[in-house]
């Protein structure tokens, strides 16, 4: 055998084990589409103030459908399964069942203006772990975006505390999103080449 | 000087070792996932999956998804530490 022979060996484990880690789904809607939600909860139940719990109710249970229907659809059609990848769901579904709790609880106990502060510093969690877990930067300094804006709600108040929440949600969800699409889309494309 | 090391024969070959790379990257695979990554055909593939099988490196799991027959793949253990030993033996013979 021949060295040539073995470094090609070495090559085919390498570009195999790339291969089996790739991860060719599509997660940046979903970021939009809560991005988006958020945005038109806020802005009907400004217009509507007295229906502002359902607003809300209605609008954040149906990006939650949705973002779960999809979460179990794209698991049933896995198939590859990371620890990566269970790991990084494991984090989403944990952050997803604790944030229903948080909105449910301090809405039931008319506590609704703790639900922003709470979802920050949930959210700077979230992106903050996965972007370690999936060594992505973009994420991690996402994460740490949605903690400043923590600080910034809790120093200040009324419409500066709410822009500073508005402003976040197109930061770290629709252009996060849209930047995850593009990169999902080239990954795609990379995918379909080789 | 020390004398080189074996390469285990097992896994040496091209279509086994791209199984098992498959495998060690991922938890568990579905035969159609291997099937399209390594580019072969079904046939040859269950050859090569049930050697690594039968020598204890990898198990299946059948089971039924919407009525359609589908069988995954996991490395064991055993696999692990033989694919482990097999890239050191590499990098040895190459001087890496």
């Not at chain 1, 506590?111 to 502060?117: F, T, V």
């Not at chain 1, 500073?164 to 930061?171: A, F, K, W, Y």
């Not at chain 2, 990257?25 to 049930?50: P, W």
């Amino acid at each position: 055998m021949n060295r040539d022979e073995l470094v090609h060996r070495l090559d085919l484990i390498e570009k195999m084990i790339h291969e089996s880690r790739r991860n060719i789904e599509s997660w940046g809607w979903i970021f939009v589409l809560w991005g988006v939600g958020y945005i038109l909860a806020a802005g009907l139940a400004s217009l509507y103030p007295t229906h502002g719990g359902l607003i809300w109710g209605l609008t954040m249970s149906t990006c939650g459908v949705i973002s779960a229907g999809w979460g179990i659809r794209s698991r049933r059609a896995r198939v590859q399964h990371t620890t990566v990848g269970r790991t990084i769901g494991a984090i989403w579904w944990s952050f997803a069942v604790s944030m229903f709790l948080a909105g449910f609880g301090l809405g039931a106990t008319q506590q609704q203006a703790m639900i922003p502060l709470v979802m920050l510093m949930m959210l700077g969690l979230v992106n903050f772990a996965s972007g370690l877990v999936l060594k992505f930067t973009t994420q991690i300094v996402v994460g740490v975006l949605w903690w400043i804006s923590f600080v910034g709600y809790l120093l200040t108040s009324g419409r500066v505390a709410f822009g500073i929440v508005i402003g976040m949600v197109i930061i770290g969800e629709i252009f996060f999103g849209i930047y995850l699409m593009v990169l999902e889309r080239q990954e795609r494309r990379r995918g379909a080449t080789t | 000087m020390a004398p080189l090391p074996e390469l285990n024969g097992l896994i040496h070959g091209k279509i086994r070792l791209a199984i098992l790379s498959i495998l060690i990257g991922a938890e568990e695979v579905q035969f159609t996932y291997l099937r399209d990554n390594i580019g072969t055909t079904d046939g040859n593939l269950s050859v090569h999956l049930t050697k690594l099988e039968d020598a204890g490196y990898i198990v299946s799991t059948k089971s039924f998804v919407k009525k359609k027959p589908m069988t995954t793949y996991q490395i064991t253990d055993q696999g692990r530490r033989e694919f482990t030993k097999y890239i050191s033996a590499l990098k040895q013979i190459l001087g890496e």
